[in-house]
């Protein structure tokens, strides 16, 4: 039977990038690392819980991918360009290819960003998975959830809504045909962080978010910082499209998971965003306006008439 240290150095101690920031990775009391000079530090935060964020006995590569993957999207969200991440887990057993596949998926999107792995924490318990990332940005140029202004334009990157289709699916709730099945299972199983797109927004975006609980919330939650509203035009959002229209509205409006940024700009910047897509290879769509009238979202369908939002995910609002 390995050791709680032969599972650590075998599976997480891993070289540190070569004349980097990191001084001191996995295997001592604590890591040191270098900050640059003129840039904050942005940490953050999440948990995943069997259960509860993924089923028991889900895949490890994706979760691996997973677990760093949601972490990273909060960095992008602030514009933060990742360096390091510590890894805490609870393991029901030392199940060592579990362990080597959950490595191999969290270190594969590890090394495409560059982050270093370095410190965690492991322990016997029902599995759980917390991931800390930590990151640089410029001082002055950190995307707030507050920072939108009346008159600034709303954009959302990529397609809104596949990770929810992709758990309608599994959850017999609808049928995809098949290459949407896989793009959105894909998606909700190992989303793409848009680390390049908030690196790239820095100084031309007044306010980010990532979509982790859906795009009504998510944008709700920057309304509410910035004390501003918003109208949207539901037509103009890149939504999924399973064939079943209310299926769709839920899944665009409320559908969490899907780890794009919304973010505001101002009009001027309108022609940059738009090379800016072009230059990354990724959509970016303009979906509507920042209003003056403080916190209320309103998302008009193709009538012009007000939608009735959905909630978005809360731990708490839903039932257990
Ligand atoms: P301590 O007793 O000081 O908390 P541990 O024995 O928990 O130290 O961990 C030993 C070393 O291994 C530390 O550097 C810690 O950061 C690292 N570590 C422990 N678990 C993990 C993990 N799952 N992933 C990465 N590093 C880990
Ligand atoms: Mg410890």
């Not at 949601?70 to 360009?81: E, F, K, M, Y």
């Not at 199940?95 to 090394?111: H, P, S, Y």
């Not at 991931?131 to 995307?143: D, F, Q, R, S």
């Not at 190992?190 to 927004?201: A, H, N, S």
């Amino acid at each position: 039977m390995a050791s709680e240290f032969d599972l650590i150095r075998r599976f997480f101690d891993r070289p540190v990038r070569a004349g980097g920031r990191t001084l001191l990775g996995v295997g001592d009391d604590a890591a040191l690392l270098r900050v640059d000079a003129g840039m904050a530090l942005a940490v953050s935060t999440d948990m995943l819980l069997a259960g509860r964020h993924f089923p028991n006995g889900a895949a490890p590569r994706a979760l691996g991918h997973k677990s760093l993957a949601v972490n990273l999207s909060d960095l992008a969200a602030v514009g933060a360009t990742p360096r390091w991440a510590t890894l805490s887990l609870a393991l029901p057993e030392a199940d060592e290819v579990w362990l080597a596949e959950f490595a191999e998926g969290l270190f594969a999107l590890a090394r495409r960003f560059e982050v270093d792995l370095v410190g965690g924490d492991t322990t016997r318990g029902p599995l759980a998975i917390s991931v800390t990332v930590l990151g640089e940005v410029p001082e002055a140029h950190a995307l707030l959830r507050g920072g939108a202004r009346a008159g600034d334009d709303i954009w959302v990157s990529g397609v809104l809504g596949q990770a929810a289709a992709a758990l309608a699916a599994l959850q017999g709730r609808v049928r995809l045909e098949r290459d949407l099945a896989s793009a959105a299972r894909a998606r909700l199983d190992t989303p793409e962080p848009r680390v390049e797109l908030g690196e790239r927004l820095r100084g031309v975006a007044s306010a980010a978010i990532d979509v982790s609980d859906g795009f009504a919330a998510d944008l709700g939650h920057v309304l509410e910082r910035s004390g501003v509203g918003a109208l949207v035009h539901y037509a103009m959002l890149p939504g999924v499209r399973t064939g079943d229209a209310a299926l769709d509205a839920q899944c665009t409006l409320a559908g969490g998971d899907d780890y794009e940024l919304i973010f505001t700009a101002e009009q001027r910047a309108r022609s940059a965003l738009e090379a800016l897509a072009a230059e990354l290879d990724l959509p970016l769509r303009r979906v509507g306006a920042i209003q003056a009238r403080p916190t209320r979202l309103v998302v008009l369908d193709a009538a012009g008439q007000p939608m009735t939002l959905p909630p978005g995910y809360d731990h708490f609002a839903q039932a257990p």
